[in-house]
């Protein structure tokens, strides 16, 4: 009788401790998502302070490249250099899956592994890395920019491929989309419902990069060019690892650019799960690189522990660009304000340790 009681409490514990490590939400050995923060490895607190490095949505499509830049280990250290600990970017649908006429050397197979090597090398020098998908297209229309919304057609298949290349990297985080003009219930259960073509919606992108063996961070942007979090919360994807965060995009002269804006609508959203300036800078138009707008839109996300990272690290000569040189020269006020402030609060910012 006693071997059977000692079984028979060997097989509870074991159920209760089943049915404990269902209820806890799974984390990755890395970057994960506690409460309304980002965590690292070893349980600190994580502020992004990124850039995007953009180019590898365009260049491919275009057929001349997959970044507009160099990629090896010399200019991930002039970024690093700024004491930015996080890189967003972007990619092509279309370049990703190698579909609709993409030139081979840029598309595919080599398209991923570009991004891959890049990923890596942007850890090794302390940078967690999000990778945004941003252009794409239905059917046999080539990606050429960014749509209203992510399509039926292809961008499940986009979705399950970024998961499945990188569930094995604990420091990535994945965004199955960048800016949309669809209304919130479109945005988050797809269908026939904007844009002249069938919408994939994010609770589509969280199950389909679940099921692929993903258990990392997923970046959930609002609505209006992702400058609107008002219904964030309300349209928010169920997860069951409960490692997402909401994306904004935010930049001076936008719809919401003001710290009264940011209170109302962002702040509900910050107190609940992490909160992330995917893209941010001085003006959406480029009509101001004189670092007026950064300070106020930069201010307000320091004083509610959200992360940022700054459009963007090219050389296109405007008020965009962060820099003139792949060396890391400041290209404005606003790009020198940038990389002083990233120097000034870089204790905030925890690098990504190996």
């Known amino acids: 009788m006693r071997i059977f009681r000692i079984a028979a409490l060997a097989a509870a514990g074991l159920a209760l401790a089943a049915s404990l490590a269902a209820a806890r939400p799974t984390t990755s050995r890395g970057l994960h998502v506690v409460g309304n923060r980002l965590v690292d490895v070893s349980g600190h607190t994580i502020r992004l302070h990124g850039v995007n490095y953009s180019g590898t949505e365009y260049a491919c499509i275009q057929g001349w490249g997959i970044f507009d830049g160099p990629s090896d280990a010399q200019a991930v250290k002039a970024i690093a250099s700024w004491h930015v600990n996080a890189v967003r970017v972007p990619l092509n649908e279309d370049c990703w899956l190698g579909i609709n006429g993409v030139k081979a050397q840029y598309a595919g197979a080599a398209y991923r592994n570009a991004i891959v090597t890049y990923v890596r090398l942007l850890h090794r020098y302390g940078m967690y890395a999000e990778l ?125 650019s003001s710290a009264s804006c940011f209170n109302s609508t962002f702040g509900p959203v910050a107190k609940r799960v992490p909160l992330l300036f995917g893209e941010t800078g001085d003006t959406y138009d480029g009509s101001s690189c004189d670092g007026n707008y950064i300070r106020t839109i930069i201010g307000w996300a320091d004083a509610h522990a959200v992360s940022y990272e700054a459009w963007t690290w090219d050389t296109w000569g405007n008020c965009s660009a962060l820099i003139k040189d792949f060396g890391g020269t400041p290209n404005s006020a606003y790009a020198s304000w940038i990389k002083t402030h990233y120097a000034a609060t870089k204790a905030a910012a925890r690098p990504l340790r190996g």
């Open 132 to 256: 945004s998908l941003m252009w794409a297209a239905p059917g046999s229309n080539q990606a050429t920019d960014q749509p209203g919304a992510p399509d039926a057609d292809h961008s499940p298949a986009m979705w399950a491929s970024m998961a499945s290349t990188f569930k094995s990297d604990p420091n990535v985080i994945l965004a199955p989309w960048g800016e949309t003009t669809v209304d919130a219930d479109c945005f988050l259960r797809g269908g026939t419902c904007g844009g002249g073509y069938a919408v994939a919606g994010m609770q589509q992108a969280v199950t389909v990069m679940r099921r692929a063996g993903y258990r990392g961070v997923i970046s959930i942007p609002g609505v209006t060019y992702a400058n609107d979090l008002s219904k964030w919360l309300s349209h928010e994807p169920k997860d069951p690892q409960h490692q997402l965060v909401a994306e904004a995009h935010v930049y001076g002269k936008n719809t919401c």
